[in-house]
């Protein structure tokens, strides 16, 4: 069966510090890749997508990046973080029709 | 361009009391339907979906139906428990990769 992994769960940072989230997938080939944002009292908000290895896509600009290394492995990082930047962050596998969310990472920037 | 819009909360209910959140969108074309429950401190599960205009889903109780008509696709339970207390995010999607998401209602079933 597929599964997903992401860590760490949380997660307190400087403002200014580096950030490496990891997630990781099992159980399936050439998955479709997600990473979503839930900020405090509003909804998803879809940060990168990516469809292969080294194909990333970006839905909003900001100081994050996303990167694919390997095929089930999907990394999102930030040089320095800004205090708007807290929030939790979400992995997400699959596509149509339905996604399938690995249990966050809650991130508080200080 | 496409997009979900889900009642505001938060939701208070007592236990047994009948739950509506309603849900609406905007979409071309032909958009599949879906229901996500984000329990305390976890991610999000997919609760129901719905493919099509008249498809109702349904799940633990919970039941939605694709109205195209009214666009909507309100989410009702008939006899709400505590462990249902979570954040409900109703969502669409199309023949692609995207999702859209509405901005999620949290309820509150009190004993």
């Known amino acids: 069966s597929q599964t997903i992994h992401q860590w760490p769960a949380t997660l307190v940072q400087p403002v200014g510090s580096p950030l490496s989230l990891e997630c990781t997938v099992e159980g399936t080939s050439n998955p479709n890749l997600y990473w979503y944002r839930q900020a405090a009292g509003r909804g998803l908000q879809l940060l990168f997508y990516s469809v292969g290895i080294g194909q990333i896509s970006s839905e909003v600009p900001q100081n994050l990046s996303a990167s694919r290394p390997q095929d089930r492995q999907f990394i999102l990082s930030s040089k320095k973080l800004l205090l708007s930047d807290s929030g939790f962050y979400l992995c997400?596998?699959?596509?149509?029709?339905?996604?399938?969310f690995g249990s966050g990472t809650r991130l508080t920037v200080v | 361009g496409d997009s979900v819009t889900q009642m505001e909360g938060p939701v208070t209910l007592s236990e047994e009391a009948f739950l509506t959140i309603n849900c609406t969108y905007t979409a071309t074309g032909y958009p599949s339907l879906f229901w996500y429950v984000q329990y305390p401190g976890e991610g999000l599960q997919l609760l129901l979906k719905a493919t099509k205009a008249d498809d109702k889903g349904s799940n633990k109780g919970f039941e939605a139906t694709y109205r195209k008509e009214t666009t909507s696709f309100h989410l009702e339970k008939g006899s709400v428990q505590v462990s249902d207390s979570a954040v409900y995010f109703c969502a669409l999607s199309k023949a692609g990769n995207q999702f859209y998401f509405g901005t999620g209602t949290s309820l509150t079933v009190i004993p």
């Open positions: 997400a596998w699959g596509g149509f029709p339905g996604y399938t």
